[in-house]
Nanobody
């Protein structure tokens, strides 16, 4: 089994900053892409940012220039630094990882439980 544990969500004012963390654990052979997605009430889950094993990043246009994704492969951890937060950033943020698991070598897409980010004055 693979577990993704997220932390760092909370309530912030517009213009504020927040840093999310997600650590993967379990029977892991290797981790490929990792990323962050978000889902606001009544809306579908959308991509926020992704990062490859070697650090190539991709961002949604809505967060480009404000959010930064990074990862520490030795810790199986991915981060999302969020700056200049806006009310429209309010959502549940989910961590995602593409994992090759042991002992089967099966490839799977895994998700964290989600962490609430609320941007409001």
């Amino acid at each position: 089994q693979v577990q993704l544990v997220e932390s760092g969500g909370g309530l912030v004012q517009p213009g504020g900053s927040l840093r999310l963390s997600c650590a993967a654990s379990g029977s892991i052979f290797s981790i490929h892409d990792m990323g962050w997605y978000r889902q606001a009430p009544g809306k579908q889950r959308d991509l926020v940012a992704t990062a490859t094993t070697r650090g190539t990043t991709n961002y949604a246009d809505s967060v480009k220039g404000r959010f930064t994704i990074s990862r520490d492969n030795a810790k199986n951890t991915v981060y999302l630094e969020m700056n200049s937060l806006k009310p429209e950033d309010t959502a549940v943020y989910y961590c995602n990882a593409e994992v090759v698991v042991l002992p089967t070598g099966q490839f799977g897409d895994y998700w964290g439980q989600g962490t609430q980010v609320t941007v409001s004055s």
